[in-house]
C-alpha cells in the first residue's frame, strides 16, 4: 500500500520503508545532506537535512524519519533555513580555510552547501582541531583530520561496503575524532587501500594520494570505461587531463560495483603513462625484438594464421576482457579460424 504524504504543497506517495529525504529525492524535491549517502545506512549526525512536519515537535532529520500516511512536510521555511546555516556556520568554525590549495576544492559537498547557503566564514574565536595533515603512511589514502565533519561516511562505507571495519569513532564532544582501529595507522587496522572511504568523504577529510596536485574535478574530462584487472568487469571513471589518465573515480552508476572498487582499479593506472610500457609492436627478426608498424604486425599475423587454419588452431581469451571482447574472440575462432578450439582463462 502506498503511503500518501504532502511535502511542500505537494501530494506525493512513498513506499513502506521510506524516509522523508528518499520521498523528497525521488520526487525532485532538493534537501541537503552531509552525513546521509544512498549506499550507507542513514545516521542522523549532521541534521543539515532538517525539515518541518506539521503537528512534531522541532525540526526534524528528512533522512532518518519515516514517511508516513498524512504527514504534511515543508522543507525550506525561515527556520529550516535558519537551522541549516547554523549547522554550516558551526562546522566552518572548526574547518581550515584552505579550499585554494584543498585537494576536494570543486567536489566538497560543504564547500557546496557553504556557498548554496552563502554562509560567511568568520575567524574562529573558539578551539579549534590541530591534527598533523597527512600523519597517515599509507600509500593511496591522503588523511586531514582538520577537515573532517564527522559525518561517519568513511566509518560506514568501510564496514558496509567494502566489509574491513578499518574505521571508528573515539572519544567524546570536543575529542571525538575518526581514527583507524585502535587509533594506529591504517595499514595496521587492516586496511586494503580500497579507497572506499575516500570515495565517499563529503570534504577534503580523506582524499587520493596517488592524484595529488594532479587536477581539480572540473578540469578532468571523465571517461566510463571497466576495469582490466580481473573478470568482475567492474566500471569506473577515468579521469583524463591534458590527454594523460590522472586518477580513477567510482561511478555510482556502475552496475556490477556500485562506487566499490578495489586497490588495483583505484589506484593502479600508472601503468598507462609508464614510459617502459611498449606502444608500438616487436617483431622478431634475427633473433632480436624490432619495433615495427602495426600493418607490418598485422600482415605477419594473417600470413602465420592462414597456414594453420581449422583444428590445428585454438584461442584462449580471458575474462578480463570486456564481453564484446569475448564474443569477437570467439567469433573470429569459429567463423574465420574454421575451429570450435575456444577456451577462457580467469587469470591471463
Ligand atoms: Fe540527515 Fe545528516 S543528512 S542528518
Same mark, same amino acid.
Given at each position: 500500500?502506498?503511503?500518501?504524504?504532502?511535502?511542500?504543497?505537494?501530494?506525493?506517495?512513498?513506499?513502506?520503508?521510506?524516509?522523508?529525504?528518499? *520521498?523528497?529525492?525521488?520526487?525532485?524535491?532538493?534537501?541537503?545532506?552531509?552525513?546521509?549517502?544512498?549506499?550507507?545506512?542513514?545516521?542522523?549526525?549532521?541534521?543539515?537535512?532538517?525539515?518541518?512536519?506539521?503537528?512534531?515537535?522541532?525540526?526534524?532529520?528528512?533522512?532518518?524519519?519515516?514517511?508516513?500516511?498524512?504527514?504534511?512536510?515543508?522543507?525550506?521555511?525561515?527556520?529550516?533555513?535558519?537551522?541549516?546555516?547554523?549547522?554550516?556556520?558551526?562546522?566552518?568554525?572548526?574547518?581550515?580555510?584552505?579550499?585554494?590549495?584543498?585537494?576536494?576544492?570543486?567536489?566538497?559537498?560543504?564547500?557546496?552547501? *557553504?556557498?548554496?547557503?552563502?554562509?560567511?566564514?568568520?575567524?574562529?574565536?573558539?578551539?579549534?582541531?590541530?591534527?598533523?595533515?597527512?600523519?597517515?603512511?599509507?600509500?593511496?589514502?591522503?588523511?586531514?583530520?582538520?577537515?573532517?565533519?564527522?559525518?561517519?561516511?568513511?566509518?560506514?562505507?568501510?564496514?558496509?561496503?567494502?566489509?574491513?571495519?578499518?574505521?571508528?569513532?573515539?572519544?567524546?564532544?570536543?575529542?571525538?575524532?575518526?581514527?583507524?582501529?585502535?587509533?594506529?595507522?591504517?595499514?595496521?587496522?587492516?586496511?586494503?587501500?580500497?579507497?572506499?572511504?575516500?570515495?565517499?568523504?563529503?570534504?577534503?577529510?580523506?582524499?587520493?594520494?596517488?592524484?595529488?596536485?594532479?587536477?581539480?574535478?572540473?578540469?578532468?574530462?571523465?571517461?566510463?570505461?571497466?576495469?582490466?584487472?580481473?573478470?568482475?568487469?567492474?566500471?569506473?571513471?577515468?579521469?583524463?587531463?591534458?590527454?594523460?589518465?590522472?586518477? *580513477?573515480?567510482?561511478?555510482?552508476?556502475?552496475?556490477?560495483?556500485?562506487?566499490?572498487?578495489?586497490?588495483?582499479?583505484?589506484?593502479?593506472?600508472?601503468?598507462?603513462?609508464?614510459?617502459?610500457?611498449?606502444?608500438?609492436?616487436?617483431?622478431?627478426?634475427?633473433?632480436?625484438? *624490432?619495433?615495427?608498424?602495426?600493418?607490418?604486425?598485422?600482415?605477419?599475423?594473417?600470413?602465420?594464421?592462414?597456414?594453420?587454419?581449422?583444428?590445428?588452431?585454438?584461442?584462449?581469451?580471458?575474462?578480463?576482457?570486456?564481453?564484446?571482447?569475448?564474443?569477437?574472440?570467439?567469433?573470429?575462432?569459429?567463423?574465420?579460424?574454421?575451429?570450435?578450439?575456444?577456451?577462457?582463462?580467469?587469470?591471463?
Amino acid at each position: 500500500m502506498p503511503i500518501n504524504l504532502t511535502i511542500n504543497g505537494r501530494q506525493v506517495q512513498a513506499r513502506e520503508g521510506q524516509s522523508v529525504l528518499d *520521498v523528497a529525492w525521488a520526487n525532485g524535491i532538493s534537501i541537503p545532506t552531509l552525513c546521509h549517502h544512498p549506499d550507507l545506512k542513514p545516521v542522523g549526525a549532521c541534521r543539515l537535512c532538517v525539515v518541518e512536519v506539521e503537528k512534531m515537535r522541532g525540526l526534524i532529520a528528512s533522512c532518518t524519519l519515516p514517511a508516513s500516511e498524512g504527514m504534511v512536510v515543508h522543507t525550506d521555511t525561515p527556520k529550516v533555513i535558519e537551522e541549516r546555516k547554523f549547522i554550516l556556520e558551526m562546522l566552518l568554525s572548526d574547518h581550515p580555510n584552505d579550499c585554494m590549495t584543498c585537494e576536494s576544492d570543486g567536489n566538497c559537498e560543504l564547500q557546496s552547501h *557553504v556557498y548554496e547557503y552563502q554562509v560567511p566564514w568568520k575567524k574562529s574565536k573558539g578551539k579549534t582541531h590541530t591534527y598533523p595533515i597527512g600523519a597517515d603512511p599509507n600509500p593511496m589514502i591522503f588523511t586531514d583530520f582538520n577537515k573532517c565533519i564527522l559525518c561517519t561516511r568513511c566509518v560506514r562505507a568501510c564496514a558496509e561496503v567494502q566489509g574491513r571495519n578499518v574505521w571508528g569513532v573515539a572519544n567524546r564532544g570536543f575529542n571525538d575524532k575518526i581514527v583507524a582501529g585502535a587509533d594506529v595507522s591504517m595499514l595496521e587496522a587492516g586496511c586494503e587501500q580500497c579507497g572506499a572511504c575516500a570515495a565517499y568523504c563529503p570534504t577534503g577529510a580523506l582524499t587520493d594520494k596517488p592524484s595529488r596536485g594532479k587536477g581539480r574535478d572540473y578540469q578532468m574530462r571523465k571517461v566510463t570505461t571497466t576495469c582490466t584487472y580481473c573478470g568482475v568487469g567492474c566500471q569506473f571513471d577515468l579521469n583524463m587531463r591534458n590527454g594523460k589518465v590522472v586518477k *580513477v573515480t567510482s561511478n555510482p552508476k556502475a552496475v556490477v560495483n556500485g562506487m566499490a572498487l578495489c586497490v588495483k582499479g583505484r589506484y593502479g593506472y600508472d601503468f598507462i603513462n609508464h614510459k617502459d610500457r611498449l606502444t608500438k609492436p616487436l617483431i622478431k627478426k634475427d633473433g632480436k625484438l *624490432v619495433e615495427s608498424t602495426w600493418d607490418e604486425a598485422y600482415d605477419l599475423i594473417a600470413q602465420k594464421l592462414s597456414g594453420v587454419k581449422g583444428d590445428s588452431f585454438a584461442m584462449l581469451a580471458s575474462a578480463k576482457a570486456t564481453n564484446e571482447e569475448n564474443y569477437v574472440f570467439q567469433k573470429f575462432t569459429r567463423a574465420v579460424m574454421g575451429t570450435n578450439n575456444v577456451d577462457h582463462c580467469a587469470r591471463l
